[in-house]
């Protein structure tokens, strides 16, 4: 079995980092941009004559904050998520298999 050189580490932990901000910008922008619209909205709404809760439990509110947040699980799954489901060393082990079929 072929040891993985120091470039290689370095590359993939890289990686791993990057996405790993990726994701941390995409939830911080998330919860400023879906904040800032949910106020507006409830403003909007209580200014039409709604009452509070009616403004809050909106739809389109609700409806906002839920599917950007479909979006964010997906993100977050693709950083976090295949080392829980996969093993953390799937990755590794595949490519191992991979390179060892060339070989033949």
Sequence with gaps: MK???EDY?????KS???????FYIHFTVYVIVNTIISIAKV????NNGETFNEAIFDFATIGLW???GVGIAFHA???YGLDFFLGKNWETKQLEKY??????
């Design 99 to 104: 390179m060892n079929q060339d070989d033949r």
């Design 3 to 5: 040891e993985f050189t």
């Design 43 to 46: 403003i909007r709404n209580v």
């Design 16 to 22: 791993k980092m990057q996405n790993l901000k990726a």
């Design 77 to 79: 799954f693709s950083v």
């Design 9 to 13: 580490k370095y590359e993939r932990a």
């Design 66 to 68: 839920t599917i950007w």
